[in-house]
């Protein structure tokens, strides 16, 4: 069983929708969540991070925790052609290492 | 500004040759790691530092080799007993054990 897991996608959503994104992760122990946004071709990039359960806004992302359904998710609202990307799902459990998801490869449709 | 460089971005190895990534980072964090991307696939560790002089395997360290002789630099060699080396590098670092990594742009390593 794979530690972290997202749908590969391709998630396709019209301009200006939510994007809806979600991991799953199998250690119970985790402790911080991650989602970094990588550009073909580029590294990946810190957008949002979450250690209690619920939600954190900050602009137009916001991540949801629910440790009890060891779950996180992301939404993107007011999708832009430029938030065109893969999203990696990032979890650290009780050592510092981060474990990432394979990633889910978003498409915004102008 | 603070960052980390990696280089070189593109770089061509061929059979039976040892090669050396190179990381710096300016950023005064404790930790450093090497990540392995293939396509499709998600990031896989080969190697992490927590201190100078100070390195532990990952996941994925066999035909890898690493240093850690001063905090700023981690320099990644992939040895000839590294079968299928072609892949997309990344190197990163944390401030401690709590925060998000910061990576470097990567280096493309391409066998010919």
């Known amino acids: 069983q794979k530690e972290v897991e997202q749908n590969s996608g391709p998630l396709s959503v019209p301009e200006g929708a939510i994007a809806s994104l979600n991991c799953t992760y199998s250690d119970r122990g985790s402790q911080s969540f991650f989602w970094y946004r990588q550009y073909s071709g580029k590294s990946p990039e810190l957008i949002m991070f979450i250690y209690s359960n619920g939600d954190k806004e900050d602009g137009r992302f916001t991540a949801q925790l629910n440790k009890a359904s060891q779950y996180v998710s992301l939404l993107i609202r007011d999708s832009q052609p430029s938030d065109s990307a893969t999203y990696l799902c990032?979890?650290?459990?009780?050592?510092?290492?981060?474990?990432f998801g394979a990633g889910t490869t978003v498409t915004v449709r102008a | 500004d603070g960052g980390i460089t990696q280089s070189p971005k593109y770089l061509f190895r061929k059979e039976g040759q040892n090669v050396t990534l190179s990381c710096e980072q300016n950023?005064?964090?404790?930790?450093m790691y090497w990540y392995r991307q293939d396509p499709g696939q998600g990031l896989r560790l080969i190697y992490y530092?927590?201190?100078?002089?100070?390195?532990q395997k990952g996941d994925i360290a066999e035909g890898y080799s690493v240093s850690r002789e001063k905090k700023e630099s981690f320099p990644l060699t992939v040895t000839s007993a590294q079968k299928n080396p072609t892949a997309f590098y990344l190197c990163?670092?944390?401030?401690?054990?709590?925060?998000?990594?910061?990576f470097g742009s990567g280096t493309r390593l391409t066998v010919v």
């Open positions: 990163a670092s944390s401030i401690g054990v709590s925060g998000g990594y910061t």
């Open positions: 990032a979890v650290r459990s009780n050592d510092y290492k981060l474990s």
């Open positions: 530092s927590q201190i100078v002089n100070d390195f």
């Open positions: 950023l005064n964090h404790d930790a």
